[in-house]
């Protein structure tokens, strides 16, 4: 199922990209890594809600 884009995903969608236009590389691997661990972490909160759903 496709989301549709929103005028406010779009605009925010640009002030990221500015944001990592100006930004060191070290800077950008630190966001992504954070990022990253994030999403692990809302993936492994999913799963543990999943499985306190069957119980």
């Known amino acids: 199922m496709e989301k ?5 995903d779009i605009e925010e969608a640009k ?3 500015l944001l ?4 060191s590389e070290e800077s950008k691997m630190m966001v ?3 990022l990253s661990a994030l999403r692990d972490k809302e993936i492994a ?11």
Do not use: A, G, H, R
């Open 32 to 34: 992504i890594s954070y």
């Open 15 to 17: 002030k990221i990209s």
């Open 45 to 55: 909160d999913s799963k543990k809600k999943e499985k306190l759903q069957e119980v």
């Open 20 to 23: 990592f236009s100006v930004i």
């Open 4 to 8: 549709m884009l929103t005028n406010k």
